[in-house]
């Protein structure tokens, strides 16, 4: 068959005839439904569906009938694109550097499909990997005074980058309202423990001091609650009494890079949907 494989994903209150529909439309235009993977959440009473399928030779033949689908099912959002099209990724990262490390392997080995056209730190120490990568580096520092500034000049980058997404990959700095706002449900940041739990600084100490028997990352889209936002992916890993500090840093930075590189994986290829406070994660 001519023509590529595309991803249909779609949002809608609730009610019978939902896939009937879409399959419908889509086997009218002669296409074929690889894969269908649908939720019908009864607490929101919301229907989430995701449809790879192909071979179509542009989405354009599609959006009549999608548009008039729509507005009949009062869909709150669809979209259409190539199963081929890798999203515009920020990293952004601070002084610990194993998740970044991670994802440009990944993405360089294609286990992730995504574009890094830039890299945004407060500090300058990840500049020599990002050049490794080819990959532009902004060193933007940081203050209390100047956040404002810094964050206006990351905003400019992005739109400069038509970035799809924003990953923070162990960036230490709180994010404002206003960059949370411009960029809802587009940055992703993996929260260095398994929340809700042990917040704040040096949380594998604090699992330590407890003697805790799991350590777990956690990620999850950012609002401007900190650590609050609708939760991805989370993992834990076994530990026991006699690792030290040190070692449960080790273990937890393996479980980091794993589970943002699958959160980042599932979002670039439509598998992630917002649902009020939570997720539908179709992985």
Known sequence: MSGSAHILTLSCPDK??????????LA???LNILDLQQFSDPTSNKFFMRVHFGHAKSAADLE??????S???????????????????????????????DLLFRTKTSQLGIEVPLIVSNHPDFR?????????????????????????????????????????????QVLSPTLCEAMSGKIINIHHSFLP?????????QAFDRGVKIIGATAHFVTADLDEGPIIEQ???????SMSPKELVEEGSNVESQ?????????????????????????
């Open 16 to 25: 019978p005839g939902i896939v009937h529909a879409v399959t419908g439309l």
């Open 28 to 30: 009218s235009h002669g």
């Open 64 to 69: 009549e009938g999608m548009s008039k689908l």
């Open 71 to 101: 507005g009949e099912l009062q869909m709150d959002d669809y979209d259409i694109r190539p199963a081929s099209k890798k999203p515009r990724v920020l990293i952004m990262v601070s002084k610990i550097g194993h998740c970044l490390n």
């Open 128 to 172: 020599p990997l990002a050049e490794s990568y080819g990959i532009e580096f902004h060193h933007l520092p940081v203050t209390k005074e100047t956040k404002a500034e810094q964050e206006r000049q990351i905003l400019e980058l992005i739109k400069q980058h038509n970035i799809d997404l924003v990953v923070l990959a162990r960036y230490m």
């Open 197 to 205: 739990s042990f917040k704040g600084a040096k949380p594998y100490h």
């Open 235 to 241: 993992r834990v890993s076994r530990v026991n009494h």
């Open 259 to 283: 589970v943002l590189a699958s959160a980042v994986k599932w979002w670039s290829e439509k598998r992630v949907f917002l649902n009020g406070h939570k997720t539908v994660v179709f992985n």
